[in-house]
């Protein structure tokens, strides 16, 4: 059974940086597509950012390009997701998806079947 258990989140002024972590098990990752998505007080869920373990193909939302940058361990088993520049609108709880292929649309939640419980971030002006 797949688990993914994120790591990383806390509070943080504006303007600064963290890395979250997703830890993955159960499963063989070097063909999964591993995602990022994050959901703020009163909205949806929204897509941050995915890889494709096999190629390292790398997808950002646009809200973030430039300033989050996702990364996996060659062991395949963690992947990261480095946040600079901060800022409020970045407060939400996020969470680590998988899909179990290389493919799917990396924005769409529902094409994610694994998830992890999620990690709050709170960015302080």
């Known amino acids: 059974q797949v688990q993914l258990i994120e790591s990383g989140g806390g509070l943080v002024q504006a303007g600064g940086s963290l890395r979250l972590s997703c830890t993955a098990s159960?499963?063989?990752?070097?063909?999964?597509?591993m995602g990022w998505f994050r959901q703020a007080p009163g909205k949806e869920r929204e897509f941050v950012a995915a890889?494709?373990?096999?190629?390292?193909?790398?997808y950002y939302a646009d809200s973030v390009k430039g300033r989050f940058f996702i990364s996996g361990d060659n062991a395949e088993t963690t992947v990261y997701l480095q946040m600079n520049s901060l800022n409020t609108e970045d407060t939400a709880v996020y969470y680590c998806?998988?899909?179990?292929?290389?493919?799917?649309?990396?924005?769409?939640?529902?094409?994610?079947?694994?998830w992890g419980h999620g990690t709050q971030v709170t960015v302080s002006s």
């Open positions: 890889i494709r373990r096999n190629r390292g193909t790398t």
């Open positions: 998806a998988a899909i179990p292929a290389a493919w799917g649309t990396v924005n769409d939640d529902r094409q994610y079947p694994h």
């Open positions: 159960g499963g063989t990752f070097s063909y999964y597509t």
